[in-house]
Every structure is written in structure tokens, then in C-alpha cells.
């Protein structure tokens, strides 16, 4: 009886464990929608067919940027200058207005409507270029004032026929806004080509599909003769340093062929982490919930950079001054901060809100035991369903243990603090590209059921190992924190 009474303890811990990680990772991979300003004025510029497949692109530009909400990036107040470095030659949209460095030529921007990929469209169009932003739907793109400036062309990236006849076209001159292709000498030529295609989910369908096949057909369709681009920016990741998930191999892989190829100059961007990323338990803390921390809130460090920034850094990497330095290079970048953990980000967090820290502790253990759990069931239940949540775990487990840190300073960038965006979002509200954590659950469900709560790294311990004594140094589930720091219970 006392070992049925034993397995039902721990089927009930495998299931609250299994909760807590489904609820965290799904809110590593969770999509938005795209960002609809409230006041928008557009017009259709053009209609074309593709010449040689025949495939429908659609041309769109907003009429009038006065009238609409300038995008979430776009401005910070009182932004603390001495933040930049030396490594900040040409550090925001702002600063680049006037110096039209793109006058004259062309940007082809994969990827455009996605939370980086727009702050590169605007920083393009600000630095003089032909901006061509490549969408899958122009109805839904031409919305976006983020692309304001832009010539919005559909093109399905995961088609090689279609990405190459919609890059040989761009070369002619097509579907570039203030340019006649029909009358035009010569056509404005490829200058830069930048790509911010990501998976939106990381499982391995996805990421060997966009990071790579995709990204691969953007290369070699701008290395053909008739296109010729000068200048590759690949959107990399940082973590791709430690390759344990698909979507960093993915990424590797196509990192791999960008270096093999010697038709076009190239520079791999591997940024930190994005704000967003560390920003998703906002509207949880607002509601009066505590801030989930895992391990002891220390486990990890970062410095986050902005996405005006970063934008910025990438644009700059095409530049004839940065051949030395970027031009053929791997390049980690992240932002302004010293090391910052999960616990100083929270408190940072809080402070912006002005509200007294509050936070609950769960241990990174859980990671481990519902990752073998979903193996288990993925062993039995043999389906690439299974296969994608046992890798979505693996995501969740992944960014809750590595730092995602520069330290040298070449490898830092931009004017934007992780405070300056606290304190934007505690006055505007949340970014809408923020993915929503499914923080304010498990917060609620641990200070309400402690038991179980701390049920869960003991019942982890009894079963790896009869031996429970390391589980005395894992922190307490439930607590607030002292003026000094210090969790109490």
C-alpha cells in the first residue's frame, strides 16, 4: 500500500511539473499577431506580375506618415548618452537621417514584418536605400507603419523559384518605389541584403524549413548573376555558441554555407537577446502577481539589446568603414548593461512599476524531470507531436540556465538600456511583439498551493536518486524580498 500510495506522489509531482514547464515554454514560442496602429492612411501603389513564373506580387506603401502612431521602437526619452562606446560609430535611425548612406541603391530585407526585421526596414529606408521588404501578405504588411517607405512585395520564402524571380526582378528596378522600371538607364544596384527569417516556434520542422532552407534560397538567389548583391547581414543567435537545440543547428548549418560562398561579402550577427524576451511577466507583476524566478534568480546573466540598436549595428556592417572589423566576421553583440540576472532584471522591473518586489522561486530541476518524462511518452507514443514538445521543452530548460552575455566591449551597442525600456513600457504598456507569459499561472499556483509547490524539487530528488540532500540547497518556492534583497518566507 505505501509503495501505490509512493507512485501516485509521484505521478501527481510528474503532472504539476509537467504543468509548470508546458505553461513556461509555450510562452517562449508564443507567436503575436502583427501590430495594427490605431490611425493609419495607405494607399496601393501597383499591382505586378513577376516576369517568368507569373507569380502575383503586390506592391503597397503607406501615403502619409504623419498621420500614424510611430512604431514601439521608434523613440526613447531621455535616453542616458553615455552609454555609447566606440563601437557606435552610427548608433540610431535618428542619427542616420541625414546621412543617406543607401542613396542610390537597393536593401532586399527577408523576414521584414518580424520584430527585428521591421526596426531594419526602418532603419534602411532612414539611411537612403531602395527598401524592399519581402512579406507574405501585403494586405496585412501595408498596416505595419513600421514599413512605412518600403515597397511591400509577397513573396513565399520557402518557394526557390519564387524568391529567385522576385530578386531578379527587384534588380531590374521592379516593384521600387520612385523608380520607373520602364524607363530607367540602369536599375538602382543590390547593395544589401539582409535576412531576419526565423521559426517562430523552434521545432525542427520549422527551423531546418525557414532558418535554413529559406535563408539558403535568399543567398543564393541574390549570388546569382542577375541579381549580384554586394553585402549578406545574417540575423544570427548567440546561443548558438552551445548548438543543443534544432534551431541553433539549423542556424549553424546555414552559417556554415554563408561562409562557403565567395560571390558576395558577408556578416553573421549573433545578438544577445532581445527585450522582448525579458519583458513577457509585465502585465503578471501589474495584476499584483509575484515574478517567477528560476533557481535563486542568479543562474543566469545578460545584456539585452534594443531592436533600434541592433538594427542599427546590422545596417552598419554593410559599410565600407566596417570592412576590417565586420565584413567576413562572427559577430556577438549585445547591449549597453553590465551583467544583469533574471532576479536584477525583475527588480528592475519592479521599480519601473514602483511597486515592492515579489517573487516566486522554482527550481531548474524541473526542467530535467519533465524533459525525461515527455521521452518517455514520446518512446511509447512514437509521433513528431511528441518529438516538438520534448524539443520545446528542451528550448524552456535552455534559456533558463545559459547567460546570453557579452562582456568585452567591442561587443557591446546602442544607447538603449534595459531600464530606458522598463520604464517605457510601464508608461505606454507592453510592446505588442512581447510574446505573453504564462508567468501569472504558475505564480498564482505556487503561492496558493505551497505544498505541492515544494513537493515538486523533492518528489525530482526521490526520483533520480535516493540520496535528497542537494535538494537543501534549492531555494524556498514562496517568497517576498526584503528592502536588502534577501528572500524570506
Not at 28 to 46: D, G, L, N
Request: aromatic fraction near 8%; charge should be negative.
Amino acid at each position: 500500500m505505501a509503495s501505490l500510495h509512493r507512485q501516485q506522489s509521484r505521478q501527481c509531482i510528474g503532472i504539476m511539473s509537467l504543468l509548470i514547464v508546458f505553461l513556461q515554454t509555450l510562452s517562449f514560442t508564443s507567436t503575436t499577431k502583427a501590430f495594427v496602429p490605431t490611425s493609419i492612411a495607405r494607399t496601393t501603389v501597383s499591382h505586378n506580375n513577376i516576369a517568368g513564373n507569373g507569380i502575383a506580387a503586390r506592391i503597397s506603401s503607406l501615403s502619409s506618415l504623419s498621420s500614424m502612431r510611430k512604431p514601439f521602437f521608434a523613440e526613447y526619452s531621455d535616453v542616458d548618452t553615455k552609454n555609447t562606446n566606440s563601437n557606435n560609430l552610427i548608433s540610431s535611425t535618428q542619427q542616420q537621417t541625414n546621412n543617406k548612406v543607401g542613396t542610390g541603391k537597393t536593401a532586399i530585407i527577408a523576414g521584414a514584418t518580424g520584430y527585428i526585421g521591421r526596426a531594419v526596414v526602418r532603419e534602411c529606408v532612414a539611411r537612403g536605400y531602395h527598401t524592399v521588404s519581402l512579406v507574405r501578405n501585403t494586405t496585412s504588411a501595408q498596416l505595419d507603419d513600421a514599413l512605412f517607405g518600403s515597397a511591400l512585395v509577397e513573396c513565399d520564402v520557402t518557394n526557390d523559384d519564387e524568391m529567385r524571380s522576385v530578386l531578379e526582378s527587384v534588380a531590374k528596378g521592379e516593384h521600387l518605389l520612385d523608380v520607373d522600371a520602364t524607363t530607367v538607364k540602369e536599375a538602382p544596384p543590390v547593395d544589401l541584403l539582409v535576412s531576419c527569417l526565423a521559426s517562430p516556434s523552434g521545432i525542427e520542422s520549422e527551423v531546418y524549413s525557414i532558418d535554413y532552407s529559406a535563408t539558403l534560397s535568399f543567398l543564393n538567389a541574390g549570388r546569382s548573376n542577375s541579381v549580384s548583391a554586394r553585402h549578406f547581414v545574417l540575423l544570427s543567435a548567440f546561443c548558438v555558441r552551445n548548438p543543443l537545440l534544432k534551431l541553433q543547428q539549423a542556424k549553424l548549418e546555414f552559417e556554415a554555407k554563408l561562409q562557403e560562398q565567395t560571390d558576395m561579402t558577408y556578416s553573421i550577427v549573433r545578438p544577445t537577446a532581445f527585450f522582448k524576451s525579458v519583458s513577457g511577466q509585465l502585465e503578471s507583476i501589474m495584476d499584483g502577481n509575484s515574478y517567477v524566478l528560476f533557481g535563486d534568480g542568479n543562474v543566469t546573466q545578460c545584456n539585452p539589446i534594443a531592436e533600434g540598436d541592433l538594427a542599427a549595428y546590422m545596417c552598419d556592417c554593410a559599410l565600407e568603414s566596417f570592412e576590417e572589423s565586420r565584413w567576413g566576421k562572427v559577430l556577438n553583440i549585445g547591449g549597453p548593461d553590465e551583467p544583469l540576472s533574471n532576479r536584477a532584471l525583475a527588480e528592475m522591473m519592479f521599480k519601473a512599476i514602483n511597486k515592492q518586489p515579489k517573487f516566486v522561486y522554482v527550481p531548474t530541476q524541473i526542467f530535467d524531470y519533465s524533459i525525461s518524462m515527455i521521452e518517455t511518452i514520446a518512446k511509447i507514443f512514437p509521433s513528431q507531436k511528441w518529438e516538438d514538445a520534448l524539443e520545446t521543452a528542451k528550448i524552456g530548460k535552455y534559456y533558463a540556465v545559459e547567460d546570453m552575455l557579452t562582456t568585452e566591449a567591442n561587443e557591446k551597442f546602442g544607447n538603449v538600456s534595459m531600464m530606458d525600456h522598463f520604464e517605457k513600457i510601464a508608461r505606454e504598456g507592453q510592446d505588442p511583439f512581447t510574446p505573453v507569459r504564462a508567468t501569472a499561472v504558475i505564480s498564482k499556483v505556487l503561492e496558493r498551493l505551497p505544498a505541492v509547490s515544494i513537493s515538486i524539487p523533492i518528489g525530482y530528488g526521490l526520483l533520480s536518486t535516493p540520496d535528497i540532500s542537494p535538494l537543501a540547497n534549492v531555494p524556498m518556492l514562496v517568497g517576498l524580498v526584503h528592502e536588502n534583497g534577501s528572500p524570506f518566507n
